[in-house]
């Protein structure tokens, strides 16, 4: 046979045998873990190749099913009023806090300052 045909042959089975592989590995390692995670009832991520379960949004933010983000922030607005009116604690103790912290520093800031006083010598001129 011609050297020509036969060069061409060998290159034709290799380019047969390189795509049937490619094939393959792309069935192995995309489309299959891809029914395997649809199957499951999750989703598939073809870019990172994860399997991700989906969060139930009202499992979350403990909004009840069928109710709108509108309704659900006008609800609890509405809660919140309803506390502010009786006088519930809300938890912003803050200011007394601040002020109990503020005064043991300023305490050891004047001792600081006393005893850094205290051991400076005066210059002589």
């Keep these: 046979m011609n050297l020509t045909i036969t060069r ?3 290159f034709f089975l290799v380019l047969f ?3 049937t592989v490619g094939i393959w590995a792309y069935q192995i390692f995309y489309v299959w873990p891809a029914q ?8 598939w991520d073809r870019k990172g190749r994860v399997c991700a379960t989906p969060l139930y949004i ?3 933010t403990g ?12 609800k609890q607005a509405a809660r919140q009023v309803q506390r502010d009116r009786e006088g519930y604690p809300t938890g912003e103790t803050a ?5 109990k912290v503020a005064a043991p520093v300023a305490k050891a800031a004047s001792v600081a300052g006393a005893a850094a006083s205290a051991t400076a010598t005066p210059e002589k001129k």
């Design 95 to 99: 200011p007394e806090s601040a002020a």
């Design 58 to 60: 009202p499992s979350l």
């Design 17 to 19: 045998a390189v795509g």
């Design 63 to 74: 909004r009840p099913v069928g109710m709108s983000r509108k309704e659900w922030s006008e």
């Design 8 to 10: 061409l042959k060998l």
């Design 36 to 43: 395997k995670c649809d199957d499951r009832g999750a989703w």
